[in-house]
């Protein structure tokens, strides 16, 4: 049986709903270009969950627009991205 392609998860996990357009355009930035990526938005990328992520970002990366970047590297941006992002939201934010 032939392995799902990233439309098809999107498509069955409602990824594309999911996160509010700002917060996905803060990752995007974050991944395919430089920049930081806020608190509230790492909340937003471990809410749309791991599987979403990774199609999105693929799926990206097959775009022709995007056919110049080296995919080995975003990939591994985005993988940093998520590791960063559920680090900062397991781990217990001082009361203030």
Not at 51 to 73: M, Q
Request: hydrophobic share 35%; net charge positive.
């Amino acid at each position: 049986m032939a392995t799902k392609g990233n439309d098809q998860i999107i498509k069955e996990n409602n990824c594309e709903s999911t996160m509010g357009l700002p917060y996905v355009l803060e990752a995007f930035t974050s991944i395919f270009n430089t920049g930081s990526i806020s608190n509230k938005c790492c909340g937003e990328v471990v809410v749309l969950g791991k599987v979403c992520h990774s199609a999105l970002v693929k799926r990206t990366l097959e775009n022709p627009l995007f056919k110049d970047l080296n995919s080995g590297k975003i990939i591994a941006k985005s993988i940093q991205t998520w590791n960063n992002c559920l680090a900062l939201i397991d781990s217990p934010s001082p009361s203030t």
